[in-house]
């Protein structure tokens, strides 16, 4: 069963407005990755929040990790039609070595 | 900048053959990992290797197997194809001592097995 679950499955937003995507996952880890792809291509990884941090920021992207309620949020922040793509949360499990991933959410940005 | 690439793009193979998907990196990573990628079910781990003639099953190994001879090629074998293995397969690298760190993807390779 997946570890990660993405929330909403997918969104649509217009160019320059935020989009806000949730993962929520059920055991303790070690830390929580965000990737994107787009359509019919590798994954590339965006950033990596460790199980003691809060929040990180890369450019316009922003994410929180809360560990009591077992969840992270993925903000982009003025987004753009080049950010139409799947994003995919994926957890390092406390005691584990494999990096799980979630359903991912599907985001389009209409121009 | 990393660079992980696959065998092909676009592959299609007939029910009980044998089919090999390479994957190979060029930043001398020690893990590589093999995923398959599927409509709803995100990216699921098959095999992955933290060295060279090492190799660990994934949560989905039946009907794969895997080959690290070299340490920058890591391939998939699937001994006889069958429909329901019909999916996307991604194949990723990460350096050691990074191992809970980012992994880097190649393009994917999807597979049709008729």
């Known amino acids: 069963s997946q570890q990660g679950e993405e929330d909403p499955q997918a969104l649509s937003i217009q160019e320059g407005e935020n989009a806000t995507m949730n993962c929520s996952y059920k055991t303790s880890i070690n830390n929580l990755q965000w990737y994107r792809q787009n359509s019919g291509r590798g994954l590339v990884h965006l950033i990596l929040?460790?199980?003691?941090?809060r929040e990180k920021h890369s450019g316009r992207l922003r994410v929180t990790l809360d560990t009591s309620k077992k969840s992270s949020s993925l903000l982009i922040t003025a987004s753009r039609a080049a950010d139409t793509a799947s994003y995919f949360c994926a957890l390092i499990k406390a005691a584990g070595n494999k990096l799980t991933f979630g359903g991912g959410t599907r985001v389009l940005v209409k121009p | 900048d990393v660079k992980v690439t696959q065998s092909s793009r676009y592959l299609v193979k007939r029910t009980g053959e044998k089919v090999f998907l390479e994957c190979v990196q060029d930043?001398?990573?020690?893990?590589m990992f093999w995923y398959r990628q599927d409509p709803g079910l995100g990216l699921r781990l098959i095999y992955f290797s933290y060295d060279v003639k090492m190799k660990e099953k994934g949560d989905i190994p039946e009907g794969y197997s895997v080959s690290r001879e070299k340490k920058e090629r890591f391939s998939l074998i699937l001994e006889s194809a069958s429909t329901n293995q019909t999916s996307m397969y991604l194949c990723?690298?990460?350096?050691?001592?990074?191992?809970?760190?980012?992994?880097?993807f190649g393009p994917g390779t999807r597979l049709t097995v008729l």
């Open positions: 990723a690298s990460s350096s050691t001592g990074r191992i809970y760190n980012e992994q880097f």
């Open positions: 929040i460790r199980s003691n941090e």
């Open positions: 930043m001398d990573h020690e893990n």
